[in-house]
């Protein structure tokens, strides 16, 4: 099957400039995560939605950070206005059952 | 709450060595553990999995076992190559009105030919 698809791989913005992220997950998966990754740390959970409704959004920064599941299918993250500290790694995941399946991950540095 | 303790890296080992990674997790209930691996430059893939007590996972020649009494999951392989080197989280899933993945903060491993 195709994995959890990303896009941009890389993004490189200025601080205050804003900037979106996709993640198309496995077809069939109903649970889809957005897992901001640090570096040198470990991912750490910013949104979890089932299906199109959000299930945890308890550490998404949710003055500058937003995120929709249009249909239940493919999801959007964004960012605006970046600040410094959102440097880091935002990887999408899907499950169907218990563990999720990531992708690659895009990779963002805020200058 | 729940959460996860991994061993500081980095490791850094001579091909063949035996590896083990430490876990210790807090969790209310029965968690399911697991370890991804992380190869530089990709996102994280599931090594093995472990649902309840006692349980053994085990894939490409990495094991952990699902000790409740000491609430520990430690990674071990008997021969490490070069190509294992990577970042390993260990991590619990627990189920509160969806599944919720909680992870360490990693750890990473050099294999030296």
């Known amino acids: 099957e195709a994995g959890v698809a990303q896009s941009p791989r890389y993004k490189i913005i200025e601080k205050r400039q804003s900037v979106a992220f996709w993640c198309n997950p496995i077809s069939g998966h109903a649970t889809l995560y957005w897992y901001q990754q640090i570096l040198g740390q470990g991912p750490k959970l910013l949104i979890q939605?089932?299906?199109?409704?959000?299930?945890?959004d308890s550490q998404l920064p949710k003055d500058r950070f937003s995120a929709e599941r249009l249909k239940g299918v493919d999801s959007t993250l964004k960012i605006q206005p970046a600040k410094l500290e959102d440097s880091a790694v935002y990887l999408c995941a899907s499950s169907q059952k218990v563990a999720a399946s990531f992708g690659s991950g895009t990779r963002l540095t805020v200058v | 709450g729940n959460s996860v303790t991994q061993m500081e890296g980095p490791v850094t080992l001579s091909e063949e060595a035996f590896l083990t990674i430490n876990c210790t997790y807090t969790?209310?209930?029965?968690?399911?553990l697991f370890w991804y691996v992380q190869y530089p430059g990709e996102g994280l893939q599931l090594l093995l999995k472990?649902?309840?007590?006692?349980d053994k996972g085990s894939n490409k020649g990495f094991e952990a076992t699902y000790r409740k009494e000491t609430t520990s999951f430690h990674l071990e392989k008997g021969s490490v190559q070069v190509s294992d080197s990577a970042v390993y989280f260990c991590a619990l899933i627990r189920n509160t009105g969806g599944f919720k993945t909680i992870f360490g903060a990693g750890t990473r491993l050099f294999v030296k030919a």
């Open positions: 969790a209310t209930g029965y968690p399911s």
């Open positions: 939605f089932q299906n199109n409704g959000v299930v945890d």
């Open positions: 472990a649902t309840k007590a006692d």
